[in-house]
C-alpha cells in the first residue's frame, strides 16, 4: 500500500477499529453464535422511494474478505489484539448466509435490502464495507432513476467521475447510474469494468487551445466525422452553433452529430440552437445539454418545450447532491435464536429474521408488509438467497437485465410515488407476529428496568 | 479488473472519454504544445476558507500513471482510436511541471491550488484524476477544520469510514480530516496506510448480543481494562452510565477510560452522566459524543455547557454534507506561450500563468494577490514548485507537519472568517498586470467577434 490507495485485492482492514476490538472480547468471551443483520434505511428525506444497487460488489467482497500476513502484524503492533486472537484472523473467511432484495428492485423506509446471517465475529467485521459499499450505489441509483423518470424520450448519461468522492465513488456511481436508466458514462474505466456504453464531447480547453473556434470543431471533426458533439458556449453559444453548423458544411461531414451547451439559459438557447440547425437543414442533429443539471432542471426545461436530446449530468447525480447520505443503519436484529431490538431514542429497529411480502393490484404495488421470515403473508417475498456459507449461489443477472428490470419496477410505482417532488415514500404494514414479537420484547424490557 | 474495483496501481483509464478523443485529435493535428491549466474553486459557498489537501496522492498518481496492454486493447475495441495514437498511449508518461499551495495551506476564491505545466495531452488526459482526487480532499479538510475551529479543548475523531461515498473516499476522508485537525480515525486501513492513530469504542450490537448491557460492558471490560469506552444509550442512557459505573467498580478496573452517548439530547444527558460519574469519584472518565454531529452542533453544545470531552463525527464530516461538492474548475490558462480565458456566462476564467501572493499584518493575513507568475508583488509566493519534468522535486512534509501547519494557518485568518456562519471568503485582489491582460484578452475577442 502506498499513499493510501486501497488495494482491491484486500480490504479486510477497510472497517472500522471498533469491529476488531468487538471481535477480540467475542473471541476471548468464546461467543460466536450466529447473528442476524438487517441493512436497511430508516427515514426517506426527498425521496419517495430507493433503488437497490451494490449487492454484486458486496458479494464479491465477503467472498474475498481475509487478512494477510501484513495486516496481522499492523494489528499486532497496535498492541490491541492478543496473539490467539490475531491467528483466528489469519484463517478469517466469511461462512455466512445472505438474503438481499435484487439489485434494481424499490424499496421504502425499514425495508431490509440485505439479511445477513454468520457467525458474530464475521457479520460484525464486515460490517463497515457492507455500509460503504450499498449506501453509495443506492444513493446514485435512485438519484439516477429520479433522472430518468423526467427524461421523456430524451438520454442520460453521468458525466460525473471527476467530480465523484474518490475513485471508487466515480466507478460505483457509474454502474448505478447505468441501473438507474442512464445511457451510460464518461468513464473509460466504467466502460471497460462493467461494459456501459461510454461517451464524450469536447472541453473548453479543446476550443482554447486552438486560434479559434472555428479551427477547433474543424480538427475534431475531422478526426471524428461520425461523432463530432461540438462545444459551443466557450465565447457566445449562438456564435458557436452558427460555427458548428458552417464548419459541418465546408467539410461536407457526412453526419452532423450534435452540439453541447454548457452555460447560459439552457431553454432559449436550445430553442435557437434548434432553429438554427433545423434552418441549415440538420434536423437529425442532436441538442446535449449539461452544466449542474439535476432531474428538478431537466424536468423544467423539457416542461418548458426545451429541445433537448441528450443531457449529461455529473456532480449533482455521482454526489446525490440534495441528499448526500441515506440514515441508514446494519443492525443486529437476533443472536444465537433471541430476536433482539433496540430502543435508542428515535432510532428503535424491528427485530427478528424478517421477509418482505409485496403485493400489487393492476400491476401497481399496493402494499408491502414487513414480517417474520416464516410467516404466511399475501405478495411476492423481496428477500433472496444469494450466498449460503460464503458462497455465491445465485447467478448474479447482467447490469442490461438488471437495468431493465429497474426501469420496469419504476412502472410499478403508484402514481403518487413516481413524482420526484414527493418527500416520503410508501409506509410499509407492520406483519401481526411482527408487532407481536416487538410488544413482547417492549414487555420483557420494561419488566427487567 | 473484477467487479469494478480500481486498480489502483494503474488509474489511466480513470478518465472522461473526451479526454482521450480530444488527445487523439492533438494528436493528429501534431497539437503538442504546453498548456498550462489551474486548479481553483470558482466561489465558496457556506465556506469561509478551503483546506488544501489531496496534493500527496495527486503526485504519486501523476508519476505513475501509464497505460497496460490491457488498456491499450480495450481502447482499441472501442474503434475510436488510431493505431498511431494507441501506440503514442504506450509510452505515455506524464512529463510536465507542478506548482501547488502545501498541503494545509488555506486558500479563497478563484485561487489555483494547482498550476500544471505539460503537453497538452497529458495535462488533458490527468484533468479527470487531479479534479477527483483534490476536490473530495479540500472538502473534508475544509469541513474538519470548521469542527476544530469550533471544538475548544476537546478531541475530534474520524468515524465517518461506512458512510463515506465508497473506499477511497473513506481513505481520503480519513487523511484530510487529520489534516483538518483531527486526533485520529476509526478507519483501520487508513491507520495502517498513513499513520494516523486509530479510536474505537463499541457498537449496539455489541450490546444487544449479550444477555444484558452490564454483561456486555464486564465482558469488554476484561479484554480492554485500560481501554474501555463503554456505548451507554442502548436501552437507556442514564441507566447505561450507571450500569457502566457499577461495571467498573464490580471489576475494580485500573482505569474508567469513559462512556459514548450517541442518541437523545445530549446536553442534559451530558450534564446528567457527567454527574454521575464524578460522584461515583470518576472526574477522569470521559464522555465522547456521537451521531450526526457536524461544526454547528459541536458549537452549540459546548456553548451550553455540555461536559463533553471528545466527538465522533462521521456522516456530515466524509460527505461535507452542507457542501458536498465544490464549484471548482481545470481550465487552461495558457497554450503554446499564449494566455487563454473563456468567456462562457457565469463561468469567466482568469488568463495566464499566475501566482497568489500572501500579505500579512500582525500575524493575520491581510490580502491575497493573483498575479502573473513573474510579477512583483508585495507578499509570499503561496504556489511551489512539487513536480518537475514528471518527477517530485521536493520532499513531502509528514502528514503530522502537515496537520500542525494547517492548524497555525487557521490561526493567520481574519477574525471574520473564523466564524463557521460567515458565507464567503477573503476577495483576493487581481494584480495590474493580470487585470491589464484580461482586458486586452477582452478587447482582441470583441474585434475578433
Sequence with gaps: MEFGFVDTKNMSLLTDLYELTMAQVYFNEGMNGIATFDFFARKLKNRSYLVSAGLEQLLYYLEHVKFSDEDIAFLKETGKFSDDFLNYLKDFRFSGDLYAVEEGEFLFENEPFIRLEAPIIEAQIVETFLINTMQLSILVATKAMRCHSVAENTSLVDFGLRRAHGTDAGMKAARSAYIGGFAGTSNVLAAKAFGVPAFGTMAHSFILAHESEE????????????????????????????????????????TFKGVRLDSGDIEVLSKEARKL????????????????????????????????DGWGVGTELVVSADVPYLDCAYKLVEYDGKPKMKFSSGKMTLPGRKQIFRSYKDGKIERDTIALYDEKIKGTPLLKPFMRDGKVISSLPSLEVIREKAIENFERLPEELKDIRKESGLQPTLSPKLTQLMESIQKEYGAMK
Design 215 to 254: 479551427e477547433a470543431f474543424e480538427h475534431f471533426a475531422k478526426s471524428y466525422p461520425q461523432n463530432a458533439i461540438l462545444l459551443v458556449d466557450t465565447f457566445d453559444t449562438i456564435e458557436g452553433v452558427k460555427h458548428a453548423i458552417e464548419t459541418v458544411k465546408k467539410l461536407g461531414m457526412p
Design 277 to 308: 440547425l433545423d434552418e441549415a437543414g440538420f434536423k437529425d442533429a442532436t441538442i446535449i445539454a449539461s452544466g449542474g443539471l439535476n432531474e428538478y432542471k431537466i424536468e423544467t426545461l423539457l416542461k418548458s418545450g426545451a429541445p433537448i
